[in-house]
């Protein structure tokens, strides 16, 4: 695995909606970059998107996927894919990163399901996590979820988490 250094450092803070007003007129100092979840932002117009669009010239923004459902069985959502990329270099976004999870399956479950820790799922999630990465033209990172069983499993979660990495060529959000 390719070793990289992740475009943001420090403490970082949520930016909700609700925060704009506030933070528009007097940004903290302690807070180094702000996070998004690109959901809630792709296609936001009128005085948010002006809001948002001046804050993302103004400061340094990661993402981070609530949906792309990277080990999902249904296809890989590759027109959100492209309008997310759009998104992403519209604003400068410095890095992305989505659940080592799904939450669709011939629909949106609402919920983040666990992958099985198999050599089978290894080979599929990460084809998809590269498929991503060419579609994005950039690394992505990933974070594992938490789960409460995890049944017919090969391997530890640790060893299936490190050949994902491994194979997918990403890297890990902690």
């Not at 903290?28 to 959901?39: C, I, K, N, R, S």
Request: with cysteine; charged share 25%; hydrophobic share 35%.
């Amino acid at each position: 695995m390719k070793a990289s250094r992740y475009p943001v450092h420090g403490a970082g803070l949520g930016l909700r909606r609700t925060l704009m007003g506030p933070l528009a007129d007097q940004p903290p100092a302690q807070v180094d970059f702000y996070e998004v979840a690109p959901e809630n932002w792709i296609g936001v117009g009128g005085s948010y998107g002006k809001q948002f669009r001046a804050f993302t010239e103004r400061h340094p923004f990661i993402c981070h996927g609530l949906s792309l459902s990277i080990g999902s069985p249904s296809a890989l959502d590759e027109t959100f894919l492209h309008r997310l990329k759009h998104f992403l270099d519209q604003h400068g976004i410095r890095g992305y990163s989505e659940h080592l999870s799904y939450c669709s399956d011939d629909g949106h479950l609402y919920d983040l399901m666990p992958i099985p820790f198999t050599e089978e799922a290894i080979h599929y999630v990460a084809g998809r996590i590269r498929r991503t990465q060419d579609i994005l033209e950039r690394r992505i990172a990933i974070e594992n979820v938490s789960y409460y069983a995890a049944p017919g499993k090969e391997m530890e979660e640790i060893d299936f988490i490190n050949a994902v990495l491994q194979e997918a060529d990403c890297d890990l959000l902690l």
